[in-house]
């Protein structure tokens, strides 16, 4: 059995050094974006079911936590003047709808609820069109 593991590492190690492990790590880094992009859906999702219940603090949780989002590394996955600008625009609309809840005012946090996922959208649709250009 130790012997097994031994030779398992070895193997490793071996595989590691000829370099057969870096599409893994690729693809390693591409899950953590994956999770990380996935987050925002959650949060969103949570602000929907907090304008549903009038559940205030939820909403002002959530999309507070998607501004953060905007703001971290891992968001930067573009260096474009119009990535940067889509993302200020997505992060204006976070605001307004965290304001809105701090106020108690579901009608204007469902309104930017609304124009924040018009930012996911209009986002999403620029990305594509970059992945495609660059295929
Ligand atoms: C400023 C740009 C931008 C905005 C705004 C934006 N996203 Fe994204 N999103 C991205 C990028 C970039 C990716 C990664 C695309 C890729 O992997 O090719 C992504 C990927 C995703 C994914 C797929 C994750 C996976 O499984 O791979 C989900 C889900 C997602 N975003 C949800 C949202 C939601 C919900 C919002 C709005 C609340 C939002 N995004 C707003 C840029 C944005």
């Known amino acids: ?9 070895v193997a490793a190690s071996i595989t590691g050094l000829l370099g057969v492990s870096s599409p893994r790590a690729a693809d390693d880094q591409a899950d953590d974006v994956g999770t990380f992009m996935r987050a925002k859906l959650e949060h969103s999702k949570n602000v929907l079911e907090g ?7 939820l909403i002002a949780k959530d999309s507070q936590q998607l501004t953060l989002l905007s703001l971290d590394t891992d968001w930067q996955v573009l ?18 709808l965290t304001d809105a809840a701090k106020k108690k005012n579901l009608d204007g ?3 930017a609820y ?3 996922t018009l930012k996911c959208v209009e986002c999403h649709k620029y990305v594509r069109s970059v992945e495609m250009t660059r295929l």
């Open 109 to 111: 946090a469902t309104l």
């Open 79 to 96: 260096q474009t003047p119009e990535y940067t600008q889509l993302s200020l625009a997505f992060r204006k609309t976070s605001q307004t």
């Open 51 to 57: 304008l549903a219940t009038e559940n205030f603090d």
């Open 114 to 116: 609304v124009e924040m």
């Open 1 to 9: 059995m130790k012997r097994l593991s031994v030779i398992l590492l």
